[in-house]
């Protein structure tokens, strides 16, 4: 079996999908003839029709919106925002609408969509291209909040997200959209939502992630391998709901956590990792709970983004500074 | 230089003020049960919003939205559409939704505090009404475009106010449903406030009918007040929906007779001549006169179904008072449709404590919106 | 000296400086005439004409947008959206814009406007009227987001915000818009941003707060002081940025936290501040920090908001539990 | 049924596409310097234009956005503009930039990833490039009000593109400035494309700029690849703003003759036939035929001026290239005019933390945007 980049994985499950569920379909600007500026539509239209693989105007707010009114249709839209940096103006629709059609009608109306947009820097993209801001989404009852970090789980991942009967909004790592490669089976098969993934166990302290910084998180936890410390690296891939009970376990072993994230410190998803942490796990931590995020400046432009994102260093600095706790 | 596009906005009225046919009527209007029934709907939406705002003043309902004056656009989009329609209304569309078959009571659950009242038991394919002014548009889109795709000859109707084509998400929704030719019919109901701020500060366009025109859309102004033009307008713009020839903007021109809600006092910003002089437009009044003439309607008749709609009303009302609040677990019943392990635990220690006594009912009327 | 409400300060603030300094101008949906539907803007129009307060077209995009425009001239605009179930739409320019134009022109152009906006449940308002989402903008880098509990605070505090240099959301609780009075000289003297403010000294726990909680935080202080228990009540008034230094003081002291907020409580602020004394102030907790705050739910229609929103008894009782860990 | 509105489109032109007068000249046409001027700035646009791409491919600058085919849009906008006026661009605009004084290093700065280059040492007042398609119209709104309402005789030009007409924004933006009646042009380059998404697919309207018609407000197309057109109707258009008369939109046709930016590759959405046939409507040519034929201009002159812009462009070139990157705590330098408390301690983690080694260049072309 050829071995697939995330990208293409989220090709491999839109493909799929729209094979097995003829309600499936896909918005946005450009995944028509172009595959979208990414390819993760690449070749659905010529194989689904212009009908099922729908090129929008320039209109965030319509994209999002439409896509609710397809969903209460009984379609399974998937609607992309070509970049994470032009979603805001989908936000009302998210949040006054997708979020709360179920709850209001009392279960008569539901919104089965997900909206997709790539997210996160390291690939020196223009300005406004390279921000993290799942922290807005998570905070909005009635919303699920996905992020893969792997091809394995974006194609595992975006299946359940499709087949999800509630609005999912799946978040995709864009640094990482082609640096991994791993065999797929295309075969339909749903990973689980609402749970962490396990992406290394260990003994000595906790690390915390989700999207891209997998990479340096999983590097650092190598690096303390090296060193002699044993350290587990839990995954969130759903940031809402948030598993909690994974985190908590795993800290109630090791009795030390860092998160690591893109996203600016404050009121970032870390914040409500740290919480859970504070209110259930108190008496396990031995040690502060260390945020090694992204500033809480603006995202600077490329020269300097490498400064801004955590880095492995960060990352190790910080286990270490936990470990220094005795 | 050389002119390289022309445009016309057309005006469509078939009884003046006086309920005088000005042409031809269409051919719906020659069957006198059919306009006795739209009239009864006329009334019984007018009737109902007098109670509805007597329950709000008297401490029973929430802030509550009347249609006073506008109730011949509802009226004619109700009995335009067809059941397989799908209508997606703004919060002063309640003529409509009767005629789709929502019940009154659900209207009052609504505005009382309650989403029970957004579960229709009929026209369960209609969306609830949208408060964000304009967002529904989009929404619309989506539907017509679902309509369109399963080749089914049905169409949606999205209805709004003057103030919400100021917004940029109609503007979106009005320019997608060009594009694609949606089965989608637009109904501006132009009743020349949105809340203080009147219709020439809203937009320098001379008509709101020729937003249509920014999306490559048919786009044309009816007399709102005229329910005979709003159907025949209606039916004219759901035919070319459902024949594959796209979409169309309509303008109802009318006027808000009452306050914005009943959260709003009107005369803070407009004169009480300006509301007088609208006093000779009313759509009851016009429908009266043209069946009364044509020996449709008779007063004997008038003051009968007064009295049976009266008693309607009052039934709806008995059943929305009588019906206890839900659970207060209910708020995370329907938040997904399984609710997430997450969340099990909240939804337990909600049931845990116990709130203050309660007032379901609003609190002073502290704000206008 | 007359008492005011909080409502009425907010007018004060608005006349004081639009009388000061005439680059000072209010825009927004129904401020003209009508003096907005709360009153916030109660005769400014007449006062100093239809230029500087100017009713918008609906167009809440526009409204952020052009107070951006606005602010880069020089201009010092108090924009209102009508209530923060309408603002979402704002959020495009809040993000995208108005945080960083500073930022990204290095100083060249700045933003000094002011985005005010009624949040908050409890007077039973219609649907997507009662929700409170500070939390969105307190995640935003390069804006501040304020929020008086008091008619002097709502005074100081929006003088501050409209001479400050740079973006702030000043969101105002509607709940507590006329619930109580007390006189607040009109003397033009602006409040501090980026601070909290004490609001009751006491030993045993601290309660943060902000908005219209501090009402049943204040009330739950006065009953657990019938108990002979002292709490110490904080209102972070300026929720972005976070002045942490008061709560972890406070907390260094009393050694228990309980935070309290409408919002939901997934990613609310909440999540922050738990998460500094998690990181920072740690071995000072003797109990895990509470969070009261609003559901992970849809904020309900009003027939049920009481429930919804976090209640004196509520408080209590998480105090209760926090002060049972000994 | 009756008309009430009425509405037409013109197509402004002056210089047939091989550069023949169909009509008697505007009077800044009979100025050779002038006219020598403008045809400078559109081939320092075009050569400033070739050598970014060289920079992008050869990894010395990040993505970049060609305005290829389309200079005398940007030249025409930035001749028809005081310099007071202020100027709200979009990502494509770097003619009407350099014509306002923004330097070629600026530019390069910007696209190579450092925030330096949106501190122009002129024009000072107008807007850095928006990226957000659209978002930047309500941007010029306030600046137009802001000129308007402290009566200066200036006004403010919004360039966008195609489809930055289908976002909401930019319609809001429309609506409200025909409402104030603001000093105000919106510029738009209908260059046929939005990344891979054809001008048909973006609109039905039959014109970009029957758009104008939706707010109340003028609106005409011109020949955007008629450099004497642009800048006569842009005058045309701000002498009213000015004036008191209002915004006008102004729909420039063109045609994007690159791809849409250094990391798109158009080949895979349009037909090389299509780029062929508009090769011969580039603005350059037609106004070199003008200018030549009117006795301004020389082949040695020609010659002279490439190789006289093309150091001027090196020049640039080089100063980008020489300048070593802002210090990492930068980032925090300008977040706010004081930076709070709150964020001194990360300033200083910042400052602390070495990070790896950097590549101050684009990583692989991996998408379009
Ligand atoms: C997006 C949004 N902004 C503001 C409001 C507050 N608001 C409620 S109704 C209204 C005026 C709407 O006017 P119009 O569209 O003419 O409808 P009408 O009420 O006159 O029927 C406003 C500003 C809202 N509900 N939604
Ligand atoms: C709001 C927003 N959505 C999407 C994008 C991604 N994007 C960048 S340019 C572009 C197409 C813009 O087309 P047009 O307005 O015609 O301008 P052109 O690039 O042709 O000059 C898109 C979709 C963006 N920058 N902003
Ligand atoms: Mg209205
Ligand atoms: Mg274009």
Known sequence: MAEITLIEAVTQALAWEMGADERVLVLGEDVGVNGGVFRATLGLQERFGRDRVIDTPLSETLIAGMAIGMAAQGLRPVAEIQFMGFIYPAIDQMLNHASRLRNRTRGRLSCPMVLRAPFGGGIHAPEHHSESTEALFAHIPGLRVVIPSSPARAYGLLLAAIRDPDPVIFLEPKRIYRMLRESVPDNGEAFPLDTCYLLREGDDLTLVTWGAMTRETLAAAEALAGEGISAEVIDLATIKPLDSETILESVAKTGRCVIVHEAARTCGVGAEVAAVLGEEGLFSLMAPVQRVTGFDTVMPLYRLEDEYLPSEARVLQAAHRTLEYR | ?369
């Not at chain 2, 006086?18 to 269409?26: I, Q």
């Not at chain 2, 229709?120 to 394919?125: G, H, K, L």
């Not at chain 2, 025949?232 to 459902?242: G, H, M, T, V, W």
């Open chain 2, 1 to 369: 230089m050389k002119q390289v596009a022309q445009f016309a906005i057309d005006y469509w009225q078939y009884l003046d003020s006086d309920g005088r046919p000005l042409d031809e009527l269409p051919g719906f209007a020659r069957d006198p049960d059919e306009m006795i029934a739209m009239y009864r709907a006329l009334w019984s939406t007018r009737l109902f919003d007098r109670k509805a705002i007597v329950l709000q003043r008297t401490g029973q309902l929430g802030t509550y939205a009347s249609p006073l004056g506008q109730e011949a656009i509802g009226v004619g989009v109700g009995y335009a559409m067809s059941s397989g329609d799908v209508l997606v209304p703004g919060y002063r569309d309640q003529a409509a939704q009767f005629v789709r078959g929502v019940r009154m009571t659900d209207i009052l659950l609504y505005w009382g505090g309650d989403e029970r009242g957004m579960d229709f038991a009929v026209a369960r394919e209609d969306f609830p009404i949208s408060i964000p002014v304009g967002s529904h548009a989009c929404h619309a889109v989506g539907i017509a475009y679902a309509l369109q795709l399963r080749k089914e000859p049905r169409a949606a109707v999205c209805t709004l106010g003057d103030g919400a084509t100021s917004k940029g998400d109609f503007y979106e929704s009005l320019n997608a449903a060009g594009v694609w030719r949606l089965p989608l019919v637009f109904v501006v109901n132009n009743n020349q406030w949105a809340i203080s701020v009147r219709r020439s500060a809203q937009s320098a366009a001379q008509t709101l009918a020729q937003k249509a025109i920014a999306g490559g859309v048919r786009g044309e102004q009816v007399d709102g007040n005229d329910l005979v033009a709003v159907r025949s307008r209606l039916e004219e713009a759901l035919a070319l929906a459902r024949a594959g020839e796209g979409p169309t903007l309509i303008e109802a021109l009318s006027y808000r007779m009452g306050d914005h809600t009943t959260a709003d006092d009107a005369r803070r910003y407009r004169s009480q001549a300006e509301l007088e002089a609208q006093a000779g437009f009313d759509p009851i009044l016009r429908m009266r006169a043209w069946m009364t003439s044509a020996e449709y309607w008779s007063d004997r008749q008038e003051e009968a179904l007064h009295l049976e709609l009266s008693a309607q009303v009052e039934a709806a009302v008995r059943e929305y008072l009588r019906m206890s609040p839900q659970d207060r677990q209910s708020m995370f019943d329907h938040l997904y449709e399984t609710l997430p392990a997450a969340y099990v635990s909240q939804r337990e220690e909600l049931a845990d404590t116990a709130a203050e006594a309660e007032e379901p009912y609003l609190k002073a009327g502290t704000y206008d919106g």
